[in-house]
């Protein structure tokens, strides 16, 4: 298992670090930059040295997407007509800009809403951080771009609340990790997997740096050619158990891949440190996809970022601490096969977008020993498969439900979230336990069709899952480990709507496989 991480994003500069004793170089590594090169082109990447702007290259490039997605659109009128509920009129205006009559939760299918929209939120933020722009104000050029879809690109639609938030805040969240990912790769050695990955992940951003005759300062790198004044930690795992839901047993087969990247120079290395830090210096993601007999059971994918945070360190004779305080925000999308849920349209399925929260990181280190403790928590907006509609329409057909739950079965809601985990490693053993909390519930009052709502009740949900874990890693070579761990999973999931109730139960032993870097 990885480690979770805090994720900072956002766009400003950072106090600077004492400069610590540099540590030696192995011979089969490329020779270190200069102290102050390097500090230089950190802080370029965080988002605090001088900034090269491309402003109408970013315009055309965000331009030709919008009518790209427009000649889209407008190419199937006949399917996107039965959203239509306005003329090119002063009503609309009014209705747009002055009452607000026209602002609601939209009714989409739950996969646009749930992933589409946020990455085409994630693209339009990579078009300005590829051209030079900070964090914060590619955010704002995602906003902005949502904000005139939802106002005149779908101006015969209702104005989609859930759109103008969820798909740049989410957006946001997926470009700044694709963009830190990319920048890692691209700022190592000239190996083409390496090119490949990083202008894939940052829109191109290492063609660009070509076209306009930048050259990259390159840091000094590790054994695999990756920067080595970044923390970082990549896993690629394979893992097999028995999954028990219902009361009945399962085999279960399980891929997942997870990143973490600490972009604070010096983090892990000796010395003493405070600052604040306002530009984007953490960034994870996990993919898990899990499969029971032919089903798929479970996937999971989680992004985080954040928005600034505060340093401190006291590390010396491999004994201290590293502390981060922060405020973060995180993506995360999931879907779950439980009892009975096997179908499109009865498995569980939560989209959150955790708008923002609070992050803490805590590394204690003594000697070979470390242990880490990380809290988070957010306020969510998000899109839910009440656990329990299924259960109350069965004993109440007479209950009006809201347009999403008719169209797609799923409400909008508004929650809360809770993270947290411990890791200890010694040497190569790494012992550890999460825990997350999820609660909410459905946004009242601006459904589509609300005026048809006779009762509008609440759909409250909640989702509570736990893991424990016991691994080993080995290094096979320099910068590369063989992992091999034993775990146990469990989740508990419950619904209500008025009177009508749903709990399951679930857990999971798990043997796993590891390749770590």
């Keep these: 298992m990885v480690a979770v991480i805090v994720a900072v994003a956002g766009a400003a500069r950072a106090q600077p670090t004492p400069t610590p004793a540099p540590a030696p170089t192995p011979p089969t590594l490329a020779p270190p930059i200069g102290e102050a090169e390097a500090a230089a082109s950190m802080l ?3 988002g605090a040295g001088p900034r ?32 239509f509920a306005y003329e090119a009129d002063w009503a609309n205006v009014r209705a747009r800009l002055i009452t607000l009559e026209a602002w609601h939760l ?89 090119q490949v990955i990083g202008n894939a992940a940052t829109g191109g951003k290492g063609v660009l740096d070509w076209l306009d005759g930048t050259r990259p300062i390159r840091p000094r790198v590790g054994p695999l050619g990756l920067p080595a004044d970044v923390v970082h930690r990549f896993e690629a795992s394979v893992t097999g158990g028995r999954w028990v839901v219902g009361g009945e047993a399962r085999g279960l ?23 604040l830090y306002a530009a984007p210096t953490f960034s994870e993601l996990r993919v898990e996809a899990s499969r029971a007999d032919a089903t798929m059971a479970d996937l999971r994918i989680l992004a985080r970022v954040g928005i600034t945070s505060w340093h401190k360190k006291a590390l010396h004779a491999g004994c201290g601490y590293n502390l981060l305080v922060g405020i973060g925000s995180a993506y995360e999308y999931g879907q779950h096969v439980g009892a009975g849920r096997a179908t499109r349209s009865t498995r569980d399925q939560i989209a959150l977008g955790h708008i923002g929260g609070g ?9 070979p020993l470390r242990v880490r403790a990380q809290v988070d ?21 007479e209950d009006p439900v809201r347009s999403t739950i008719l169209r797609d079965n799923y409400h909008h809601a508004l929650g809360l979230t809770a993270r947290a985990q411990v890791v200890a490693t010694y040497r190569g053993l790494r012992l550890g336990a999460a825990l997350q909390q999820n609660w909410l519930r459905s946004i009242q009052g601006i459904d589509r069709y609300q005026e048809d709502i006779v009762d509008d009740y609440g759909l409250i949900d909640t989702r509570t899952e736990g893991r424990a874990w016991l691994s080993y890693e080995r290094t096979l070579r320099p910068g590369i480990a063989l992992g091999l761990g034993v775990g146990v999973e469990a989740r508990r999931r419950a619904g209500r709507v008025k009177a009508t109730t749903r709990v399951d139960t679930e857990h999971t032993q798990l043997v796993s496989a590891q390749v770590v870097f």
């Design 253 to 275: 087969l399980r891929a997942s891949i997870a990143t973490e990247l600490i972009l604070i120079p010096d983090f892990d290395r000796p010395g003493t440190a405070r600052g």
């Design 44 to 46: 370029d990447w965080l």
């Design 106 to 194: 939209d009714d989409n299918h739950y996969e646009t809403n749930a992933w589409r929209h946020p990455v085409q939120g994630g693209v339009n933020y990579l078009f300005a951080r590829s051209n030079g722009f900070s964090a914060l104000e590619s955010y704002a050029v995602s906003l902005s771009q949502s904000a005139v879809w939802e106002l005149l690109g779908e101006y015969r639609e209702d104005v989609s609340v859930n759109d103008i938030v969820l798909t740049p805040r989410a957006g946001s969240v997926l470009g700044e990790t694709a963009w830190q990912l990319g920048l890692f790769f691209l700022r190592g050695e000239r190996r083409w997997p390496y």
């Design 52 to 83: 090269d702007r491309h402003w109408r290259r970013m315009l055309v490039e965000v331009g030709a997407f919008f009518g790209t997605m427009q000649a889209v659109y407008w190419s199937d009128e006949a399917a996107n007509s039965v959203d």
């Design 377 to 397: 928590g957010y306020g969510d907006v998000g899109l839910v498969r009440s656990y329990a509609i299924d259960a109350h329409r069965a004993a109440h057909p």
């Design 359 to 367: 992050n803490l990181d805590l590394t204690l280190y003594r000697g």
